[in-house]
């Protein structure tokens, strides 16, 4: 395909085909947060149960990831099955349900009830992301389809981020309980409004007969990606992604305090960098492939990805130890942290311009037939290295790895990563030689 003049996928907010189901992703992905970091915020500082915040904390984020695991397989097929607009707007009319008993559970503290609404809003998600991928390739051309993942990418990382600003502003009033029900419970219903002017998305397999078996449809779909290795490596590749960047996000907290001595608002201003990035970098993949599905960019990408990942523990090893907790006007106008900034803002970039492309492709290269079961099977692939992950963090933390050391093992993973997806797609690296040189020809 020839190279277009550079595209404006900001054009696609104003067209139908794609601006209600934007929105609807992007509140769906706030509400998600708010509700989550609204919760995680009351049984650390205020509910008591029997178990302790710690545990909670960690049950609260092991029922998100659950319902990925269980029923992904089943949502794919849905997805497959029905049309896709009636199936978000159902999603969304049962995150409506979900939120009212969360509002209830939030006004009362009763933290089971709470817990049953975590694994709801798990599932919402489950069923949501088949149906959310599959609709792009639908209703986008191929020019379109990196710039549309690109604002899908963006808006859900803001949006996220947004989440859960709101959601510790919201828990940080006295009466934080109930505005935190008030705006979970408005967001639901704005997101179901918004879901009704999606674009009617019709079956691509309505005879599909449901295998109501999680276990072996996860399996069948799994051998449906082993088909296509150009479709097996991308979701391998995504699926490593997600490994890289949940181990960036669940340490922030540790590192503002006891690397760079910051206060929680530090913390918090690490995760406003770090998603601006990715939000960033998502953008400009459309921009800098020109409306093609441009894997050329991953390599790049990944190069990034490990570059500022290693730099940033060089960074963390030229402070001085912490004294004293600092707030973040402190921590901005000590020079020192300035590189720790930047190598935060350069990786996430990275891992937008890494991801996109190969969402796109996943897309691209899937037959419509089986297209929402193939990302299916992709965010079961994603939960397990999560999960993965977070055995990963724990055993080096347990055995007394430092935080910026655990991150620097990542970044070398992730170059290992890199070479192996080159040496088992060599296409990749042909294509980013190739985009090299026609960008230094433009």
């Not at 969304?92 to 933290?111: C, D, N, P, Q, Y």
């Not at 760079?260 to 998502?282: E, H, M, R, T, Y």
């Not at 079961?373 to 993965?388: G, L, Q």
Request: positive net charge; hydrophobic residues 55%; glycine residues 10%.
């Amino acid at each position: 395909m020839a190279d277009s003049p550079r595209p404006n996928q900001f054009t696609l907010l104003a067209q139908r085909r794609f601006a209600p189901f934007f929105w609807t992703q992007c509140g769906g992905a706030a509400n998600d947060n708010l509700f989550k970091f609204a919760f995680t915020v009351m049984v650390t500082y205020g509910a008591r149960g029997a178990l302790s915040p710690g545990l909670m904390v960690n049950l609260i984020a092991a029922l998100y990831i659950v319902p990925f695991v269980l029923f992904s397989a089943t949502s794919g097929q849905l997805a497959d099955k029905l049309d896709k607009a009636r199936l978000m707007r159902a999603v969304k009319r049962l995150e409506v349900g979900i939120m009212l008993v969360a509002a209830w559970g939030f006004v009362s503290g009763h933290t089971g009830w709470l817990l049953v609404c975590a694994f709801g809003m798990g599932l919402h998600s489950t069923v949501f992301g088949p149906a959310k991928y599959a609709y792009l390739p639908q209703h986008l051309s191929a020019a379109e389809l990196t710039g549309g993942n690109g604002m899908t990418e963006m808006g859900t990382f803001v949006a996220i981020l947004l989440g859960n600003l709101v959601g510790g502003v919201l828990m940080a009033s006295p009466r934080g309980p109930e505005l935190a029900a008030i705006g979970c419970v408005a967001l639901a219903l704005a997101g179901a409004a918004v879901a009704r002017a999606i674009p009617s998305t019709p079956a691509v397999d309505a005879q599909l007969r449901i295998n109501w078996n999680p276990f072996s449809e996860t399996a069948r779909n799994l051998r449906l990606v082993a088909r296509d290795r150009h479709v097996l490596s991308a979701l391998l590749a995504i699926s490593w992604m997600w490994f890289y960047g949940v181990a960036f996000l669940t340490q922030f907290p540790a590192f503002a305090k006891d690397v760079v001595g910051g206060d929680p608002g530090v913390a918090s201003l690490l995760l406003v960098l770090f998603s601006i990035g990715v939000g960033l970098g998502s953008l400009a993949c459309e921009w800098l492939a020109r409306g093609r599905v441009e894997i050329g960019l991953v390599p790049l990408g990944a190069l990034g990805m490990s570059a500022f990942g290693i730099d940033l523990y060089f960074a963390c090893h030229a402070l001085p130890p912490p004294v004293a907790l600092e707030g973040v006007g402190a921590f901005v106008r000590a020079h020192a942290h300035w590189r720790v900034m930047v190598d935060l803002f350069g990786l996430s970039f990275a891992a937008g311009v890494y991801s996109v492309p190969l969402y796109a492709l996943l897309q691209h290269a899937t037959p419509a037939t089986h297209r929402a079961r193939v990302i299916a099977a992709n965010n079961i692939v994603n939960a397990i290295y999560m999960v993965v992950c977070a055995g990963y963090c724990a055993a080096l933390l347990g055995a007394g790895v430092s935080v910026p050391r655990l991150l620097l093992s990542v970044a070398l993973l992730n170059a290992v990563a890199l070479g192996w997806l080159l040496w088992r797609e060599p296409l990749y690296a042909r294509r980013c030689m190739a985009w090299i040189r026609r960008e230094a020809a433009a």
